[in-house]
């Protein structure tokens, strides 16, 4: 049987920043179908001692957003209505990973209760503060989420690149907006993009601000995006993979700060087949 | 650029006028958004999806641009435009116009004043389409903008409008949507009876910042979808502060906002609010009426008092200032004296803080008036410093005709237009056909 459904691949890396004795980023990804849809997420700890737990935040913000995504695709149904969908993803989407991120971190708090060097903190979800950029690409829709700083780079058939989710404001001083904030679900920005009214994009990064802010500007950012997607088609992923440790710990090395990046782009097409997951 | 139409695309409105599409702007629920040219005049162009670009979509919106709306709050259609699909003309929203997500994700600041004015504005634009016979069918965070610095709105989306009792497809988001059209009892259908719903909501997330049934119910529901909805929001709706059932209070640690903003929020709102979600959710008939939440959010704006430690504002009614401590720093708030401006026919009385800058609006010298304006040429009176005695008020008269005057000593006087009179307790005046009188809402012993 011959289809026209795109093929996503995926990579991913992490550097720890060379000052700092845990990496409190964490990174995921689900590949759906074969290939043909998939879900990804970025998660930055926020590190400083009012948030002794954070390494562990970012871990249950990536499996939660993983969680909400399954459950989203899941939901899909071919006779639900396209503005309904949009409803899902703007609206119970934010709330249910807010929910499923906290529930981890309450079990979690059950399971471990303040430690003694955690003495004059309160036992909250924000010792597990952390920020997330999630993207899904199902059918015919892109779709992002973003709580924080971070970015999601988009590289269009084109060569262009934008950052839509992006929010100058995240990028002034350390103060950032958090899964443990109060009402963290309406401060989760979303990116909807329904093709074929959009073209979906030839490639899709997500990176936590370690890696942006390594760069004088954001347009050298976006370059380096934009590059890595130049460097996957003419060299191979192959290589990038084992080129992007290197330049994530570069990076790391000038902004001083953890560095993830994750990143798909669009393959041959494929045959649907059953769910996988290759890492 | 990227959507259904390219641009350059050229196309054409009912009557045969060029329109050009010039750029993509955004993509909703319905259909997408341009920047189009039209009578040599940039405008929005929304383009329908194939999908929602019925027939029945068509008729209405040819039915809304031969109303010829002209209410500066909306930007209703102004004409259809054809070609391969339908949409419609509408102005373009200016930029310092924001949407209420921004102010729901707390990215956009504003003060108290400017929200309340916001919302009476919003409630005056619905009670000026429910007038025309017109429901909206379709209130939403979405559909609404405001412009912070001063309160001012823009209703968008009016494309889901329809005479009031015609069938139409769209119900609404579901919400902000009455519990009997959720339901879908017999007999219900969009209204201007289920809109007073839908503004209820409105109205309670812009000022509490939280959905009013979304309490410890929802928080049990670990999976949020469609059922759930349709469960908090209309088979068994709750209010999250109802008197008489405590089983759908706010969590602490998860709805910490609501608790806050309803501490905050003086009792003749909450009073409203209460009605709205309890008797209101079940009996359309008790619903708030749009004059009912302008009166009290009016009277609202009258007494916002700033905190004489934090300088924060807070929000109050007459009856209770006494009590009240400031929201931010916990303060007791320290009242200041008002005037009790009093119409002539029917006698309705208003109480307005006299706080540096507070202005009488010629709206508060009306019984019903069709509008409230805070522009400043709208102003009767301003509280202004004296020029030459630090710390000393007085009113000074904004409007073309003299007000008299009668001091607490008997004596009178004349304020010409452009003149003060010192803010001083038991002065009566009259403004026009109004009356006033200054006083104090609290003994200054116990101020």
């Known amino acids: 049987m011959s289809t026209d459904i795109a093929r996503w691949q995926v990579l991913g890396g992490t550097a720890r920043a060379a000052r700092k004795s845990v990496n409190q980023d964490r990174h995921d990804w689900t590949v759906f179908a074969d290939g043909a849809d998939i879900a990804m997420a970025v998660a930055d700890g926020h590190g400083s001692a009012a948030y002794p737990r954070s390494d562990a935040g970012a871990q249950f913000a990536v499996d939660a957003f993983l969680y909400t995504a399954a459950e989203f695709r899941a939901a899909l149904e071919p006779d639900v209505p396209l503005a309904q969908v949009k409803v899902r993803a703007e609206e119970y989407f934010p709330r249910n990973l807010v929910h499923e991120w906290r529930e981890r971190v309450g079990t979690d708090l059950a399971k471990n209760p303040l430690r003694e060097a955690e003495q004059g903190l309160e036992a909250t979800p924000v010792l597990y503060g952390t920020t997330l950029i999630g993207a899904m690409i199902t059918g015919t829709l892109v779709l992002g989420w973003q709580i924080g700083d971070g970015d999601l780079c988009l590289v269009g058939a084109d060569g262009q690149v934008s950052a839509p989710l992006r929010n100058p404001a995240e990028t002034l001083g350390d103060e950032t907006d958090s899964l443990c904030s109060d009402g963290a679900q309406h401060l989760v920005r979303t990116y909807w993009a329904p093709s074929p009214a959009i073209d979906p994009p030839a490639l899709i990064a997500l990176s936590t601000d370690g890696l942006s802010k390594s760069f004088v500007s954001f347009e050298g950012y976006q370059e380096f995006v934009s590059g890595v997607y130049q460097r996957i088609i003419h060299d191979s992923a192959g290589k990038v993979s084992e080129d992007l440790q290197g330049w994530l710990e570069q990076a790391s090395s000038y902004s001083g700060d953890d560095t993830t990046l994750v990143a798909a782009w669009q393959g041959s097409p494929v045959n649907p087949g059953p769910e996988g997951r290759p890492r | 650029m990227t959507g259904m139409l390219a641009g350059g695309t050229r196309l ?140 001012d709105i823009l209703v968008c989306d009016n494309d889901n409008a329809v005479v009031d009792g015609r069938q139409a497809g769209i119900k609404g988001t579901t919400k902000f949507m009455a519990p009997e059209l959720i ?24 000022l509490m910042n939280h959905h009013p049934l979304l309490g410890a119910r929802e928080y049990r529901i670990r999976l949020f979808e469609e059922n759930a909805e349709a469960l908090l929001y209309g088979r068994e709706p709750v209010f999250v502060f109802d008197p008489a059932n405590d089983n759908n209070r706010p969590v602490p640690g998860y709805h910490d906002t609501v608790l806050a903003t309803w501490d905050a929020t003086p009792g003749s709102l909450r009073a409203l609010f209460t009605g709205a979600f309890t008797d209101g959710l079940s ?134 237009p452009g003149r003060s009179i010192e803010i001083v307790e038991g002065i009566r005046l009259h403004l026009g056909a109004a009356k006033a009188v200054i006083r104090r809402l609290v003994p200054p012993d116990k101020s």
């Open chain 2, 12 to 151: 054409t409105t009912s009557s045969g006028e060029e329109v050009n599409v010039t750029a993509f702007i955004g993509a909703g629920g319905q259909g997408e958004v341009y920047q189009v040219t039209y009578r040599n005049a940039i405008r929005a162009l929304k383009w329908y999806y194939p999908a929602s670009a019925t027939d029945e979509q068509q008729a209405i919106v040819q039915d809304l641009v031969a109303r010829r709306f002209g209410d500066d709050r909306f930007l209703w259609p102004l004409a259809l435009v054809a070609g391969d699909g339908f949409g419609y003309l509408m102005k373009l929203r200016p930029p310092n116009f924001e949407g209420l997500p921004a102010l729901f994700r707390r990215k956009v600041r504003i003060k108290s004043r400017e929200l309340v004015t916001a919302c009476i504005h919003l409630v005056e634009a619905y009670r000026a389409l429910h007038s025309q016979g017109i429901a909206y069918r379709d209130i939403s965070e979405g559909n609404v903008f405001f412009d912070p610095a001063t309160g």
């Open chain 2, 183 to 206: 339901r879908e009892d017999p007999g219900a259908s969009p209204s201007t009876q289920t809109d007073l719903h839908s503004l209820a909501v409105l109205l309670f997330m812009m």
């Open chain 2, 283 to 416: 009996k359309p008939g008790l619903r708030i009426r749009e004059t009912q939440w302008r009166d009290a959010l009016s009277a609202v704006r009258d007494m916002i008092i700033s905190c004489q430690r934090c300088g924060r504002q807070n929000m109050t009614d007459p009856g209770e200032i006494s009590s009240r401590v400031c929201w931010s720093c916990g303060n007791p708030l320290t009242p200041p004296p008002v005037i009790q401006v009093t119409t002539a026919n029917p006698p309705l009385t208003r109480v307005i803080a006299l706080t540096p800058g507070a202005r009488v609006f010629l709206h508060h010298l009306t019984p019903d008036p069709p509008r409230h304006d805070f522009a400043a040429d709208a102003a009767a009176a301003i509280v202004a410093g004296h020029p030459r005695v630090p710390g000393r008020l007085g009113l000074k008269n904004l409007t073309a005709e003299a007000w008299s005057a009668r001091r607490p000593d008997g004596s009178t006087a004349e304020i010409p």
